[in-house]
């Protein structure tokens, strides 16, 4: 798949994403994550970071606009978590990309849930807001009243990838399909061995 179409499904995939914040869904299962690491492997981890982080702020500056309970606007450094949490996965899918789509999808949703789950709750620790002590026993009670929120996102994340993941390579085994209806006999012989 080229650059151009690539560029075209990344697009996509953020209007989807953005539209489906918006649809009542369970709690933190949203595609953020996976975006970025679906942009971070087919792209590059600037362009990952990019729209992972653009998705959740142009999200958040609709709900705000348009005063949705829940979303829009809140405490800057927690904001500041939420982005770099949802950013962080553009990396991993940079450092993924060379891994079969499969394991990238499945393992890049792990980590990525992961290091949102150690970044957003580390800045809750910090949130005067959250009342949680400035100890290791606060950070770690913290960390704890946040496990039930990570199911949550690891299954929006897991889905969201394998669906992106899985569907880019359907699109581009289908390109190569067809490409090879038109040319040499020989071609469904380069089309198994670019698929294995």
């Not at 949203?30 to 729209?51: D, P, R, S, T």
């Not at 949705?68 to 990309?97: C, D, H, K, N, Q």
């Not at 005067?128 to 994340?157: D, E, K, N, R």
Request: a positive charge; aromatic letters at 14%.
């Amino acid at each position: 798949m080229t650059t151009s179409k690539l560029r075209l499904l990344v697009i996509v995939y953020f209007s989807l994403v953005v539209l489906l914040r918006f649809v009542p869904h369970a709690s933190n299962m949203a595609g953020f994550c996976a975006l970025a690491l679906f942009a971070g492997c087919y792209l590059n981890a600037w362009q990952g970071m990019i729209v992972g982080f653009g998705a959740v702020a142009i999200s958040d500056m609709i709900g705000q606009w348009m005063q949705i309970p829940g979303m829009g606007f809140y405490t800057r450094e927690t904001m500041l978590a939420v982005y770099l949490g949802t950013a962080l996965p553009g990396v991993l899918g940079w450092l993924l990309s060379k891994m079969d789509w499969r394991f990238a999808a499945i393992s890049g949703s792990l980590l990525s849930t992961l290091a949102f789950f150690v970044v957003t709750n580390f800045a809750s620790w910090l949130d005067p807001l959250m009342s949680y002590p400035p100890t290791l026993a606060g950070l770690v009670q913290c960390y704890f009243a946040a496990i039930p929120f990570m199911g949550g996102t690891l299954a929006g994340t897991m889905a969201f990838s394998l669906a992106f993941f899985a569907t880019h390579h359907w699109l581009e085994s289908r390109a190569i399909a067809l490409n090879c209806s038109q040319l040499a006999p020989n071609c469904s012989e380069r089309r198994e061995n670019k698929n294995d």
